[in-house]
Structure formats: C-alpha cells, structure tokens
C-alpha cells in the first residue's frame, strides 16, 4: 500500500515472500505470495526482482544473519523499513526505506544492561573522557550524557575532529554542561593544568595511537602517546583524587605480535600494577579499571568503512589473508558495556567482553559486495594482500595463562593476569619512556619485550630481536 500510495516510489511490487505456509501461493493486492526457499527464488528473479524489503515488523523478529542470505546470495539487494519503535509514531513511507547494513547482518545477541549502577557513578559527576573525538570516545560521550553528569570534558589533540565533536554536542546535549580541552596526553604540563582546572570525578581514557602497521614503522610514538600518556593521566588522577580510571584496552594486548598491541598491554600493566600498589599502601585512593574488546563496526580506520569505499570504487576489495578472522562489536554496544564494567569495578580489574563469534574476513567483504548488488570476484574482484607487519591470523581475549571468573553480566568477565611488582615495573616503564623520546626504535621494542615476555613480533622487522633472545639462552 505504501508504494503504490507513493507517486514517485522508485520500486513496483512484484511480489510478497513469507514462511507462513497459510499464506503462501495466495495472491495480495494483485500479486503472489512465495513461500522462501531457493526453488521459488528462481521465478522471484525470473520477475526481474532486483531488492527485497524488509517490513518494519518483520525487521524485529528474523534472524537477519541467516534469514536474509538467501536474497543476498541470489544477487538481491536487501532494503528495510525500521521497526515501528525505531520511528517514533510516525506512519511508515518510501523515505524511511533504507539499505541495510553489513552490522545488520552480523549474528549478535542484543545486549541489556540495567543502568541504575552507571546513573549513580556518573550522574552529578564530572567526567573527563580523553580521545573524545574518535570513534569509542565520542560514543562513551554520547552515552554519558543519558546520565546527566555534572559536566563533560572533552579532551583530544585533533583539531578538525573536536569541532565536529563540538557541533553534534550543541544539538544533543543542551542540557549537559561541557567543556572541549584540546591538549595531548603525552604533554604533563597541559594536562595538570587541565586537572587542575576541571577537577574530574571519573576519567574515561579511550585516547590511544591503534593502527598496528603504522605503529610498527612508529615504535617509539606508540610507547610516548599508550604509555606514556596513559601512565601521565593515571599518576595525575592520584594526585587530584579522582575516584575512577576506565582505560579502554584492545584484544591486540593478549600474545602481543605487534608494537600497538605491546603499547597497550604495558598501559594495563602500569594502572593494575599502580591500583594494587595503592591498595597495599593502605591508600583510599583511584580506582583503576581496564576494560578490553575487539574490534568495533564501523570505527574510523576499520575494515568495513574501507570494504564500502572499495566497493564504491568497483574494487579491487583488499584482504590481508584467506583465513583472517576477527571478533567485532558494536560502537554502541562497546561503549555501554565499557561504562558498566567501569563504573561496576572495585579496582584492579581487567575486563573482557564476550565478543560471540569471530568473522572470517573473506565473508564479510563477500557478503558486504553481494549486499551493494554485486557478484564477489565476477563484478568485483577479492584480492589478497598478506599479512601486514605485526598482523595475527586470529585475535585472542586471554592469553595461554589468564583464566577469567564471571560477574554480575553474562557478556563481561574478570581476566585473572599476573600481577606485576609497581615500583618494578615503574622503573622500567621510565626507562622505557627515555629511550622512545630519543627516537631509538630498536631499544625501545627491545625494552617492551623485556616487561612482556610473551610479545613475540610476526612479520616484522623486530623478528631478529626474538631470534637474538632465543640464541642467548
């Protein structure tokens, strides 16, 4: 009814598919209802059908990983009209007919999390999220604002992308006070005068360099801006009493192959070694908390923006390997579950989230072409590029060694770590910093393999430093 209501509809019915066998081989409105399944496929396309939509009820009960495959795999490309408690009221229309998109199309549970223990931690608080402006920061700032802290600060070195930043949140945050600091972690000096100014309740550090091949050619960046940024907050938080650090950790810690991911394990270390120090101190004091996941949908720099423009372009899709696979979540997803594992914790905690199933690389960028109307390797080619410097075949959330115990959510977990002496780990971590300001690339990835033992480098050119230790046992 809806399209034929419409005078400019670009779509003509043809047809209705259901797996209501009640209704199947009836005719509506003029037309025939198929049942799904390959056989009447053939006469769907034989009507010169070229898209499916999806009806805004049906949208909330398929499962649309397996029930939509179908259409995908035959050539057609998928439309959806939002479910009715997506649009408000509002009578469904052509407008609302909408693409749907490869994040659809990954099997994941939704996930609930009851938000009474976020609200008490953040509401009259103020709360300083740092790499406000990328992709994970600028969501847990979205999601802060639900409750309604006392003030919002926004800190990140980049300019162009805190003004953007700036002018979404004077449309959806006029209640919230805010304040954008742009500054960069690794500066000590700028960052006291922003604690000093702002006095935080409850710091969110999701700024981080994240990029493995560039952090391989860039060692000693990485060490200044993941460690050595990371450990200048956490010591500040300290000294200004700052009730909770969330650090936003990656699965790339876990076996470390690469620097990036080297970077960001020594970073855990530092603030659990530092929150247990205080604690056996005696000392009230921060509560450190890490959070670590995988890889999100659609954040700046992954796989999925770059697959679209691709396929945009007619190709070639790039893919490092035939047997690559990762584990993905949701922005929004990520992020809730960041805020509730940070403000849930007693300190000291690493946390891992249940990331359900890992996707093979080579299926997503097949689906993602069949889903834009193409045919992978016939319209499109697939090429494959190798393995980049430091990349893993696979992802893994704990080490040989960690063993995880439950809490209060199904989907979070405590991963049980070896704990590092502070004052220990302290000193190394500062020589560490010297050798990375003085721009020795060797020493310093040397030195990272010294505090994580496990960091064995893959397809790069820190290898020797390995075969080196190797040879001297």
């Known amino acids: ?8 509809a670009p779509y003509k019915l043809v047809g209705f598919v259901d797996t209501d066998k009640e209704v199947t081989s009836k005719v509506l409105m003029g037309v025939k209802v198929y049942e799904l399944n390959e056989e009447n496929m053939k006469n769907i396309i034989s009507k010169r059908a070229k898209a499916v939509i999806v009806s805004p009820l049906k949208m909330e009960t398929i499962n649309p990983k397996t029930d939509l495959d179908i259409f995908i795999n035959n050539g057609m490309s ?19 007919i909408k693409s749907v998109a490869i994040e659809d199309l990954l099997e994941r549970p939704q996930i609930t999390i009851s ?4 609200s008490a931690t953040i509401k009259d608080k103020v709360v300083l999220i740092t790499g406000a402006a990328g992709s994970i920061g600028s969501e847990i700032v979205k999601q802060s604002i639900k409750f309604e802290p006392k003030m919002i600060v926004l800190l990140d070195q980049a300019e162009t992308p805190m003004h953007d930043l700036i002018l979404k949140m004077n449309t959806i945050t006029p209640h919230v006070r805010y304040s954008a600091f742009l500054g960069d972690v690794r500066n000590q000096e700028r960052m006291e005068q922003m604690m000093q100014i702002y006095r935080p309740d409850i710091i969110f550090h999701a700024a981080a ?23 200048t907050l956490a010591d500040l938080a300290v000294k200004y009493n700052v009730s909770r650090f969330v650090m936003v950790s990656t699965d790339k810690a876990v076996n470390p192959t690469n ?38 949908l659609g954040s700046n720099g992954s796989v999925i923006p770059l697959f679209k423009r691709q396929i945009e372009n007619k190709g070639p899709v790039t893919v490092t390997h035939p047997d690559i696979i990762r584990y993905f979540m949701t922005i929004p997803e990520a992020c809730l579950l960041v805020l509730e594992a940070g403000t849930a914790g007693n300190g000291g905690e690493i946390y891992i989230f249940d990331m359900g199933e890992p996707v093979k690389i080579l299926d997503l960028a097949k689906k993602m072409i069949r889903l834009a109307g193409y045919r992978p390797d016939i319209d499109i080619p697939i090429q494959f590029t190798g393995l980049r410097p430091g990349e893993k075949l696979y992802e893994e959330l704990l080490n040989d060694k960690e063993i995880t115990q439950k809490t209060h959510h199904p989907k979070i977990m405590i991963a049980t770590v070896r704990e590092y002496d502070y004052k220990e780990v302290s000193e190394k971590i500062n020589e560490l910093i010297k050798f990375s300001a003085h721009g020795k690339n060797f020493l310093s990835v040397s030195q990272m393999k010294e505090i994580v033992p496990e960091f064995l480098s893959n397809n790069s050119q820190y290898e020797r430093l390995d075969l080196e230790k190797e040879l001297k046992k």
């Open 115 to 118: 938000t009474e223990n976020i």
């Open 209 to 231: 360099y994240k990029h493995v091949p560039l952090m391989e050619d860039n060692p000693t960046e990485s060490i200044q801006t993941n460690i050595k940024g990371t450990k």
């Open 259 to 296: 620097v990036m991911g080297a970077s960001k394990r020594i970073a855990e270390i530092y603030v659990q070694s530092l929150n247990n120090h205080l604690v056996k101190e005696g000392k009230k004091s921060t509560k450190f908390i890490t959070t670590r996941f995988g890889n999100v």
């Open 1 to 8: 009814k809806m399209l034929r209501a419409s005078e400019n």
């Open 78 to 96: 998928v439309l959806a009209i939002p479910p009715m408690s997506f649009l408000n009221n509002e009578t469904p229309t052509v407008r609302h």
